[in-house]
C-alpha cells in the first residue's frame, strides 16, 4: 500500500524558513517522480514543485522560485521542501504526491502539513 | 484566480445523475489531458479520473470523465451521500508549462 507521510508544518513568520518532509512506503520511491502540492485556506489547489526519480530536474511554479528548493534522498525514500523567505501567502496546507503521465496528474497523495506564515 | 473554471457548487439527490464542468482554453484543456480529484471533508485528495476517462483501480464505474474542445467534464451516477465532497479538475497548461487545477467544485446530496 503506498504511504506518504508528510511532516514540519508548523507556524513561521515571514522572512523565516521552514523544511518540509515526505517519507514514503509502499512504492520504488527512486522510479517516480514527486511533487509538492498546496491547498490554501480558501481550498484552492496550487502545484508547487516536482522532482524527478533521479534528482536530475527540478520544477517550481513561479511564485516559489528562488526561494523553495525540492530534493529527496531515495536511500531513505524521503522527499523534502526547503522553503525560504517565506510570506504570508505561502500559508496552505502542503501535500506531497506521485506524480504521473507526463508530469500532469497526482496519483497518490499523503494527508497534508499546515503551513501557516504569519506577517 | 484559477486557469480552469468549475461552478462553485452543485446539488442533486440520492440515486440522480450529476454531472460537472470544467472549462478551459486551447493552452490546456484543449491540447491535454484532464483528471479529475475528489476531496472529501477533512481529507487528502484523491485521483478519481486521468488521461481524461481513465479510472484508477478501486474507483467505482459510477464516476466518469470526458473531454470536448476547451471543457471537461465529470459524471457521477447512483448519488450516494457519501459522495458529498469538493471534485477538481487538473490538467497540464502549456502556455505556464505546469499543471493547473480548477477552483472546485462542493457536491451537495441532498
Known amino acids: 500500500e503506498v504511504q506518504l507521510l508528510e511532516a514540519g508544518g508548523r507556524l513561521g513568520t515571514a522572512g523565516g524558513s521552514l523544511r518540509l518532509s515526505c517519507a514514503a512506503s509502499?512504492?520504488?520511491?527512486?522510479?517516480?517522480?514527486m511533487s509538492w502540492v498546496r491547498q490554501t485556506p480558501g481550498k484552492a489547489l496550487e502545484w508547487v514543485s516536482t522532482?524527478?526519480?533521479?534528482?536530475?530536474?527540478?520544477y517550481y511554479t513561479d511564485s516559489v522560485k528562488g526561494r523553495f528548493s525540492i530534493s529527496r534522498d531515495n536511500s531513505k525514500d524521503i522527499l523534502f521542501l526547503q522553503m525560504n523567505n517565506l510570506r504570508a501567502e505561502d500559508t496552505a496546507v502542503y501535500y506531497c504526491?506521485?506524480?504521473?503521465?507526463?508530469?500532469?496528474?497526482?496519483?497518490?497523495w499523503g494527508q497534508g502539513t499546515l503551513v501557516t506564515v504569519s506577517s | 484566480q484559477s486557469m480552469l473554471t468549475q461552478p462553485p457548487s452543485v446539488s442533486a439527490a440520492p440515486g440522480q445523475r450529476v454531472t460537472l464542468s470544467c472549462s478551459g482554453s486551447?493552452?490546456?484543456?484543449?491540447?491535454?489531458?484532464v483528471s479529475w480529484y475528489q476531496q472529501l471533508p477533512g481529507a487528502a485528495p484523491r485521483l478519481l479520473i486521468y488521461?481524461?476517462?481513465q479510472r484508477p483501480s478501486g474507483i467505482p464505474d459510477r464516476f466518469s470523465g470526458s473531454r470536448s474542445g476547451t471543457s471537461a467534464t465529470l459524471g457521477i451516477t447512483g448519488l450516494q451521500t457519501g459522495d458529498e465532497a469538493d471534485y477538481y479538475c487538473?490538467?497540464?497548461?502549456?502556455?505556464?508549462?505546469?499543471?493547473?487545477f480548477g477552483g472546485g467544485t462542493k457536491l451537495t446530496v441532498l
Open positions: 509502499g512504492f520504488t520511491f527512486r522510479s517516480y517522480a
Open positions: 504526491a506521485i506524480v504521473s503521465g507526463l508530469y500532469d496528474y497526482f496519483e497518490y
Open positions: 487538473g490538467t497540464w497548461d502549456s502556455s505556464l508549462s505546469a499543471p493547473v
Open positions: 486551447n493552452s490546456n484543456i484543449g491540447n491535454n489531458l
Open positions: 522532482i524527478t526519480g533521479s534528482s536530475a530536474n527540478t
Open positions: 488521461e481524461n476517462n
